[in-house]
């Protein structure tokens, strides 16, 4: 099982990403997938979860800026982030439980600046 994170990069204020993580070796769909970010020197935090297909999580300070999306034809799932602000800059990383095991992505790096 394979999760690949993608889509970081230097962005202005105000500006957008998208985040990819395709999967391989495993059906997002039927997994419970979240985005995670980690800012320097501080511990890792949910960003956006989905589960049974519905949106159960956002972070309250992402709410109306993020919007967590996923093609299971693509077994993609996204996070389109609008609106950045310099307080988004972390790490962010892909996580996939199946319920039998939980996965994780290497971290895609987004920095944000002011």
């Known amino acids: 099982v394979q999760l690949q994170a993608s889509g970081g990069g230097l962005v202005q204020a105000g500006g957008s990403l998208r985040l990819s993580c395709a999967a391989s070796?495993?059906?997002?769909?039927?997994?419970?997938v979240g985005w995670y970010r980690q800012a320097p020197g501080k511990q890792r935090e949910p960003v956006a979860k989905?589960?049974?297909?519905?949106?159960?999580y956002y972070l309250e300070s992402v709410k109306g800026r993020f919007t967590l999306s996923r093609d299971d034809t693509k077994n993609t799932v996204y996070l389109q982030m609008d609106s950045l602000m310099p307080e988004d800059t972390a790490d962010y990383y892909c996580?996939?439980?199946?319920?039998?095991?939980?996965?994780w992505g290497k971290g895609t790096l987004v920095t944000v600046s002011s």
């Open positions: 996580n996939a439980n199946s319920f039998i095991a939980t996965y």
């Open positions: 070796g495993i059906s997002l769909r039927n997994c419970d």
């Open positions: 989905i589960a049974s297909g519905k949106i159960i």
